[in-house]
């Protein structure tokens, strides 16, 4: 085979480090999501290559190089079990990207590498779609290209000039792909099967809530989802976004109650607030939207909705990819103000045998008054007066884990406040729930950004009626008495003020990259062409337009291209200027005809420039062949002047 | 698979008009210059199909990105590849006589009038079965060899060269047809046999006395290539103790110079090994230093001696035609 391989095609030993950049760069990300024993064998596999290469490179014995197939290939049958995970064809790439290396005979072998590496390029995106992921694959994909061109290069040439090379491929073609990835008729996934779902299990609120579930994400500075709001802001307590609404409790958890999935009876009043909501993938099915939704569309994104009787909106599926919803909310409203008697009694259940204080603290309110909102008021007035702290670190309950709560501890987070409030006031004979979600947000540069830390949970009661009124326990806790773990956390955070100010900053260029890079959607390029101009953009109308677009691009690439080149010498450069000049003048001055041999023409045919003609040939010829100090170019330019 | 890109690539060729032998400076302009995806450009294509696959199917908005700058990539090289070899100019250069059977090398002259380099340009024609890589760097030139082994005495043409290009992505292979009007003459294989002793007088005056005869000795001068080692003065050469200075060859004057007429009748055989033998004898002669003239049916080249009249001797032999 290398017997057979044409010299101009055999693999040049100044391309071998360039192809194993290649790998490392494509490769070495992969690392953070690929068994170690993979990720070992690889740098391994690279290692060898690198020191084979310093002392002359060879072609690995076919033994050698069947083993490690073999063993490679068995390996990453053991480690992913059904093998339909993409992250085993990721494994499989980067095994057979590195063993390739150990048998680079011609420069086929090295296309192969290269264009396998392109592929794996793209695999990085399964992980991150951020700036930082883009800004690493576009310097990958320059090393990338670099070592392509090395292929077809002059050896002698340095690495230098062939990234610069590269870079001015990319940057040529940066229109290009801008104008495809505009016009490009987008196809909405997925064509086979839904992505995995274990790639998304991000954090996030869970379906059953039970203490200390929602404190772990205060923590959390993740970014749950950002919210634009187009005609007015909300008020800050308008704020509570809702999430799963749960009813029933089993003496520790709560989780989801009685729910049938019809639209509220919701009663609108005062003018909706229109918001766009970009939700990060959360891998649940709840859209955090802000209370309260009416029916929401049926399908927006490519996901199909549906909200139930307790005004909670989910998708069909769960999220795994961001998604951007616009949704019109009525902070001002009634929900189900004739509730059923079912859903009365499911949101009076309480298990039997437990919290017996509390029930009986709950009972004796009864005696001074049988409103619901009043109820709730001696309850919120119960926590602010009764020494209740907000705490991260609560002391573990007991068996009787409102007992404890309310008696004991009185301390706690805001999971503990709402399953305390509904524990009463179901006690009380009044229905209540409690509802999980996230309340406030920080406005950040034209945005709103609620992070898994402003996850919250709080209370609703049925008054008969007026619906659904919303209590949040947490809010009567009086600020002083927050305890030093939340003040800490507080603290913590707001402790560099530049900090704050630049991660800020980041987020919002983050906000702005995933609103108009990656969420460039089918529905988004719509309205982007109807904003054009284009009047219901089909692939038809896209097609030309791109193809168009494209076209002028290339034409213009071409001039660019193609412009004519500079001359390069500056002595031979005046003097093209001189013949130009003469040529006006009406004097031919054909390309093969020397300085001096032009100005001894001239003494005959033009005597009135001959002189200046021959000072300015002397000066170019002593420029250009003349050995000792050649005249400067502000002499030369000055002769030219007087010709 | 590649069967089929083979059969394409050969009906797109069908279609393009040969080409002819240009005489002056060649340049490449955009007419001749030919461009087609090579079988590591389909493999890239497929790929960055395989991507967009990948791309809708898992809704990757940067995938897409991804997949169409390569694409524009593959767009942008391929104007590279053109310019690659777009304004390349090539002159013929002279070319030296020589004989049946040795290799001639085509010289041309191949320009680069750009600041850009050009590398990775590929010449395949001629011989040599392997094309020759050259890089050429900015506003340079380059002398090019094409060597093609000689069968035949006469005019050897320059055969048709072909230049391409893979640089940069080697997705795309450019190519030129390039044939400039270059010719080199081809004399005759030579065939050494024992020069004719006897040479028939032609008019009486001068009549070659023969192998055996002495001239005078005339002096010494400095050996040129062309000169015969059997004059050499070797003795003068042998005390010399250091080879700088250059040999001396004993030069003979005087009246009786001895002349010999080549003459076709002289030979036999069928025509071309006649051809060689009194090519063989021209160059036997000449190195004698003998004066010689040729005589073949219908020419008639007199008596002379000296490289030039070697040249117009072998020429004629070159290029003779026995009239049927």
């Known amino acids: 085979m290398t017997a057979s391989t044409p010299y101009a095609q055999v693999l040049r030993h100044a391309s071998l480090p360039w192809l194993l950049a290649v790998v490392f760069v494509t490769a070495a990300p992969h690392a953070l999501h690929q068994p170690v024993w993979l990720v070992t064998a690889a740098a391994g596999v690279l290692a060898a290559v690198l020191w084979q290469w310093r002392r002359g490179y060879k072609v690995t014995q076919p033994w050698l190089k069947i083993l490690l197939v073999s063993g490679g290939l068995v390996g990453i049958l053991l480690h992913y079990r059904p093998l339909i995970d993409y992250e085993a064809g990721i494994a499989l790439l980067i095994l057979m990207l590195a063993l390739k290396l150990l048998e680079l005979k011609s420069r086929r072998d090295a296309v192969i590498v290269v264009t396998l590496a392109h592929f794996l390029l793209l695999t990085h995106f399964f992980y991150s779609q951020s700036i930082v992921t883009a800004a690493w694959l576009v310097l990958g994909l320059l090393v990338v290209i670099a070592a392509l061109v090395r292929l077809y290069e002059d050896p002698e040439r340095p690495g230098v000039a062939l990234l610069v090379h590269a870079s001015r491929l990319l940057v040529q073609a940066m229109p290009f792909m801008v104008l495809l990835y505009l016009f490009f008729p987008r196809i909405n996934g997925p064509l086979w099967g839904l992505p995995q779902e274990k790639l998304i299990a991000r954090t996030g609120l869970t379906d059953s809530i039970n203490p200390g579930s929602i404190a772990e994400l205060a923590m959390n500075d993740e970014i749950a989802f950002r919210v634009q709001f187009h005609n007015q802001v909300p008020l800050p307590r308008q704020l509570y976004w809702r999430g799963p609404v749960m009813g029933f409790y089993d003496g520790m958890a709560w989780r989801g109650g009685y729910s049938v999935n019809i639209p509220p009876e919701l009663e609108r009043r005062g003018n909706p607030i229109i918001y766009t909501l970009t939700l990060e993938p959360h891998n649940q099915n709840w859209i955090l939207a802000m209370e309260m939704t009416p029916r929401p569309p049926e399908v927006e994104d490519g996901m199909r909705m549906r909200i139930n009787n307790a005004g909670v909106l989910t998708s069909f599926q769960p999220i795994t990819s961001r998604k951007r919803f616009t949704f019109a909310s009525y902070p001002d409203y009634r929900l189900d103000a004739q509730a059923s008697t079912t859903m009365r009694r499911t949101n009076l259940q309480l298990p039997r045998g437990l919290n017996p204080r509390a029930s009986a603290l709950a009972k004796g309110w009864l005696g001074e008054t049988r409103d619901p909102r009043q109820l709730a008021n001696r309850a919120v007035a119960w926590f602010r007066q009764g020494g209740f702290r907000y705490t991260l670190e609560p002391q573990v309950l007991g068996q009787h884990a409102v007992d404890d709560f309310l008696f004991e501890t009185r301390g706690g987070f805001c999971e503990h406040y709402a399953s305390a409030f509904v524990w009463l006031m179901r006690a009380a004979g009044v229905p209540a729930r409690i509802v999980a979600g996230y309340h406030g947000g920080e406005f950040n540069a034209g945005y709103f950004v609620v992070r898994q830390s402003d996850a919250h949970a709080w209370a609703e009661i049925w008054v008969e009626n007026e619906g659904w009124l919303r209590v949040d326990p947490t809010a009567a806790v009086p600020p002083e008495m927050t305890d030093e773990s939340v003040r800490n956390l507080a603290a913590a955070t707001q402790s560099d003020d530049w900090l704050i100010a630049l991660r800020n900053r980041w987020e919002a260029i983050g906000n702005h990259w995933n609103q108009w890079v990656l969420g460039y959607n089918p529905a988004q390029q719509y309205d982007f062409l109807s904003a054009l101009g284009l009047r219901k953009p089909t692939w038809r109308s896209l097609s030309a337009v791109l193809i168009m677009s494209m076209t002028l691009c290339l034409l213009l690439l071409v001039a660019w291209v193609f412009r004519p080149g500079r001359e390069t010498d500056p002595a031979r450069r005046i003097w093209r200027q001189a013949c130009r000049r003469l040529e006006k003048y009406g004097i031919v001055c054909p390309p093969w005809e020397s300085p001096h041999a032009l100005s001894r023409r001239l003494e005959t045919e033009a005597p009135h420039v001959a002189p200046a003609v021959r000072r300015l040939a002397t000066l170019v010829c002593a420029a250009r062949y003349g050995n000792g100090n050649p005249p400067a170019n502000a002499v030369l330019r000055a002769a030219l002047k007087s010709v | ?324």
């Open chain 2, 1 to 324: 698979m590649s069967s089929i890109l083979t059969s394409m690539r050969q009906r797109w060729l069908r279609r393009i008009r040969v080409p002819h032998p240009c005489a002056g400076t060649i340049r490449l302009h955009p007419r001749r210059v030919y461009i087609f995806p090579t079988y590591a450009g389909l493999f890239y294509t497929l790929t960055i199909f395989a991507m967009f696959l990948v791309s809708i199917n898992y809704n990757l908005a940067l995938g897409h990105a991804l997949v169409f700058l390569l694409f524009s990539l593959g767009l942008v090289g391929m104007l590279h590849t053109c310019r690659n070899l777009l304004g390349l100019e090539i002159d013929a250069l002279e070319n030296m006589p020589l004989h049946a059977g040795e290799t001639a090398h085509f010289c041309l002259r191949v320009r680069n009038t750009r600041a850009r380099p050009r590398p990775g340009l590929e010449w395949s024609g001629g011989s040599h079965p392997e094309p020759q890589v050259m890089h050429l760097a900015p506003e340079a030139d380059t002398i090019l060899r094409i060597a093609v082994v000689t069968k035949h005495r006469g005019w050897l043409a320059l055969p048709i060269l072909k230049v391409s290009s893979r640089y940069p992505l080697g997705i795309l292979l450019t190519w030129a047809y390039v044939w400039p009007d270059a010719r080199c003459l081809v004399y005759p294989h030579p065939r050494f046999t024992p020069l004719p002793d006897a040479v028939e007088s032609d008019g009486g005056e001068g009549v070659a006395s023969g192998r055996d005869g002495h001239d005078d000795f005339a002096g010494l001068r400095e050996r040129q290539p062309a000169d015969s080692l059997r004059h050499v003065a070797w003795r003068i050469a042998a005390r010399e103790t250091n080879n700088a200075r250059p040999l001396l060859v004993k030069c003979f004057s005087g009246g009786a110079t001895r002349q010999l007429w080549l003459d076709w009748r002289m030979t036999e055989g069928y025509a071309e090994l006649r051809v060689s033998t009194l090519t063989g004898w021209v160059l036997m002669a000449e190195e004698e230093g003998l004066e010689y003239g040729l005589r073949l049916p219908g020419l008639e080249i007199p008596l002379d001696r000296g490289t030039s009249h070697r040249h117009v001797c072998l020429q004629a032999l070159a290029l003779f035609r026995e009239m049927a």
